[in-house]
């Protein structure tokens, strides 16, 4: 079995493929919601696939909305206006959509960032940022405007009008999770084809780039996805199965979902928060001021940023300086960080990565004989790939990508004609289902999702 590493991008390209069949000329697009990154595809006539660029010609954008005085900003902007007026942004919204207040993941956000001001509101049973002039925000209202932003970089790139979209969940979110997603959305104008489950999306990608190894033995592919907020694995077997569908006997390869393991808190983002606050408590420590650095909010963003930048810098390099210019009182900040240090205070994190990988198997070994004991699954074969989203995807069966682009490039010619030729790639049968879709309240932070329906068919 191979273990494979892999984020999202373009994979909702290929889930978009579904639709355009259905949508003659228009364009769709489809957005890859992540907790800190967001990014955005679509799919128009004479063009089967493409990614929609930013502002700066990204191809991701954080999943940010700030506030510089009356106008609003995203992406890059928004971090800067985060670093001098941190309660003016707004970011990790995803993870709060359709929570209540004693929810215990609202509940690490206040913690994490605790300059807010968060109100429950009572009346929907979620919550809502409180602004210094008493105006009341929710996350889902948030995330419209970043999903209005996500709508024009998909515009601007397609060169027309777009109004419906594929949003990608995670797949543990619950019902009121989902809905959340739905009504964001609804606010934004856009109309929501479907919300597609994250690990899906990836199974998809990865089948569709990889068909000429689908045969009739069932092969196991583990996708491992470690994000800001939060960790899934999910266990897929890809296989050519006869079908009867349309009258007559024929074989097509099939995607099965066979079982998801996720941890909701374990991710970079908690990585991160933990070498903001050890800086914080070694800043405090040289009494460089009699302030404490933990009671300036803007001190603690700085320090958000810097700890983020000098995580990323440590996953390469044994050891490195944080520092920060007028930190707190005029003082500036210089630190060293080693490797070791960041892997001291994270000790406990590390030994939760594991966890959602035997979630996965245990669930995979109800659905499916095949997949053997858990423990020598974790030490075969694990080949790591990282997707790197500023790259575009490199299709290993180029053939694949040339089957499916439309021959029309014409984008002036009759509405109805201009439309992609090709059949789509991929049908979806049937979406897995988690069991906590049903769920409106509370639910487990670590777990496993039990599937309903979980079949995929590769046209
Ligand atoms: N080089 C790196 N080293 C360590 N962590 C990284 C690196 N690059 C990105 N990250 C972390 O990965 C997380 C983002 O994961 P990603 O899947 O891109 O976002 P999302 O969860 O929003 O989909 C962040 O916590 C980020 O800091
Ligand atoms: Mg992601």
Redesign the pocket.
């Known amino acids: 079995m191979k273990s494979i590493l892999t984020?999202?991008l373009a994979t909702l390209l290929v889930a978009l493929s579904f639709y355009v069949e259905d949508v003659n000329s228009v364009a769709v697009m489809s957005v890859?919601l992540?907790?800190?990154?967001?990014k955005v595809a679509y799919v128009s006539p004479g063009v089967p696939m493409e990614i929609a660029l930013n502002k700066e010609s990204k191809r991701?954008t954080a999943?940010m909305i700030a506030f510089r005085e009356d106008e609003r900003v995203f992406g890059e902007d928004a971090q800067i206006v985060a670093a001098k007026h941190p309660t003016k942004s707004f970011q990790y919204l995803?993870d709060l959509l359709g929570k209540s207040i004693d929810n215990p993941i609202v509940q690490l956000f206040r913690k994490r960032f605790p300059y807010y001001e968060i109100v429950a509101d009572e009346e929907r049973n979620t919550i809502a940022f409180k602004f210094n002039d008493g105006s009341l925000y929710t996350p889902e209202l948030l995330l419209a405007q970043i999903l209005i932003k996500s709508r024009e970089f998909a515009e601007n790139s397609a060169g027309q009008k777009i109004t419906e979209t594929v949003i990608t969940v995670p797949g543990y979110f619950n019902q009121a999770e989902r809905k959340a997603v739905m009504q964001a959305a609804d606010l934004a104008g856009i109309k929501v084809l479907q919300l597609i489950n994250d690990y899906t999306a990836v199974a998809l990608n990865y089948g569709i780039f990889h068909r000429k190894e689908i045969n009739d033995t069932a092969h196991y592919i583990m996708f491992y996805?470690?994000?800001?907020?939060?960790t899934t694995a999910t266990i897929v077997s890809y296989q050519n199965v006869k079908t009867k569908d349309r009258g007559f006997v024929e074989t097509s390869p099939q995607v099965s979902v066979l079982g998801v393991g996720y941890d909701r808190t374990l991710?970079?983002?908690e990585?991160?928060v933990r070498l903001q606050n050890y800086l914080a408590t070694e800043f405090d420590k040289l009494k460089k001021t009699e302030n404490s650095v933990f009671n300036n909010p803007r001190s603690m963003a700085k320090l958000f940023k810097e700890a983020?930048r000098v995580?990323?810098?440590?996953?390469?390099n044994a050891d490195h300086f944080a520092q920060v210019e007028s930190l707190l009182d005029d003082q500036d900040m210089k630190i060293p960080v080693t490797r070791e240090k960041l892997e001291e205070i994270c000790a406990d994190l590390f030994e939760r990565v594991t966890a959602p990988i035997k979630m996965a198997l245990t669930i995979s070994a109800e659905e499916t004989d095949q997949v053997e004991k858990s423990e020598e699954l974790l030490k075969e074969d694990v080949k790591p790939v990282h997707e790197d989203?500023e790259q575009p995807a490199k299709p290993e069966d180029e053939k694949v990508k040339t089957d499916n682009e439309t021959k029309s490039n014409d984008k002036t010619s009759n509405q109805t004609e201009t439309k992609v030729e090709k059949k789509p790639t991929l049908t979806v049968l049937k979406e897995p289902i988690s069991a906590n879709q049903d769920k409106f309240g509370p639910q487990e932070l670590t777990g496993s999702c039990e599937l309903w329906s979980n079949v995929i068919k590769i046209k």
Request: avoid cysteine; glycine fraction near 20%.
């Open positions: 984020g999202l890859d992540g907790s800190e990154w967001m991701k999943t995803v996805d470690m994000g800001a907020s939060s991710g970079g983002l990585v991160q983020g995580k990323n810098v440590l996953s390469a989203p």
